[in-house]
């Protein structure tokens, strides 16, 4: 079975620091990893997305991820937070059955000016 | 991109009554469309699967006669939450594939969610 643990429930950064969110996932074969953005009361935006092509993927907004077969892990990066980085975070496996997204625990990055 | 309305975003009722909370792809069809449930400061739970023209599939442990399911058209899912109790009240998130993406790898769009409040 697919799944995905983000090992941190809460990240905080300073304005124009960067932005590391973790992403550990277990999948039986090759897995389709996304990061999801969600602001406060707002559907999920697709910030990310692999599906087996380049490891390291860019994103929207900066935003880019690497994926590490030996580690498993797919960690959301940016250079610099800004302010509108503040959001909640989902690392999202898709399920080999039904095509069926599989969501982690939601990492909330808060910044700080 | 495509785009995946919801409506109504927000919606509060009374114990008792029932709520219909609609799902549309507004430029693309969907074959499939997922209805999922989220608490507060948690992540989201997926409640069913729904395939156009056919029954609802509904993960374990969700009530298919309380979140009655129905996706009559390509373009438009419903999901009705029936005799509504307070303990219903969450964000419900609904996702829709773009059928023009090949297999399992259509990409999914979400809604904005709709906020149900049950008094």
């Known amino acids: 079975a697919q799944s995905v643990t983000q090992l941190d429930s809460h990240v905080s950064v300073s304005e124009g620091t960067p932005v590391l969110l973790r992403c550990n996932y277990s999948?039986?074969?090759?897995?389709?990893l996304f990061w999801y953005v969600q602001h406060p009361n707002k559907g999920l935006q697709l910030l990310l997305k692999?599906?087996?092509?380049?490891?390291l993927v860019k994103g929207i907004n900066g935003f880019e991820a690497e994926f590490k077969k030996s580690e498993t892990s797919f960690h959301l990066t940016k250079p610099s937070a800004h302010m509108s980085d503040a959001a909640e975070y989902f690392c999202?496996?898709?399920?080999?059955?039904?095509?069926?997204?599989?969501f982690g625990q939601g990492t909330e990055l808060s910044v700080k000016p | 991109g495509a785009v995946v309305s919801q409506h109504p975003s927000r919606v509060i009722c009374k114990s008792g009554t029932s709520v219909k909370i609609e799902c549309r792809s507004l430029d693309f069809q969907a074959t499939t469309m997922f209805w999922y449930r989220q608490f507060p400061k948690k992540s989201l739970m997926l409640m069913a699967t729904?395939?156009?023209?056919?029954?609802?599939?509904?993960e374990q442990g969700v009530e298919k006669d309380k979140f009655l399911i129905n996706h009559a058209s390509l373009t438009l899912s419903t999901l009705t939450v029936t005799s509504a109790h307070p303990e219903d009240s969450s964000f419900y998130i609904c996702s829709a594939r773009d059928r023009g993406g090949a297999g399992l790898s259509g990409e999914l769009f979400f809604g904005e969610g709709s906020r149900l409040t049950v008094l």
């Open positions: 999202v496996v898709r399920g080999n059955q039904g095509g069926k997204l599989i």
């Open positions: 692999y599906t087996s092509a380049a490891t």
């Open positions: 999948s039986s074969y090759s897995p389709s």
């Open positions: 729904s395939n156009e023209g056919s029954k609802a599939t509904y």
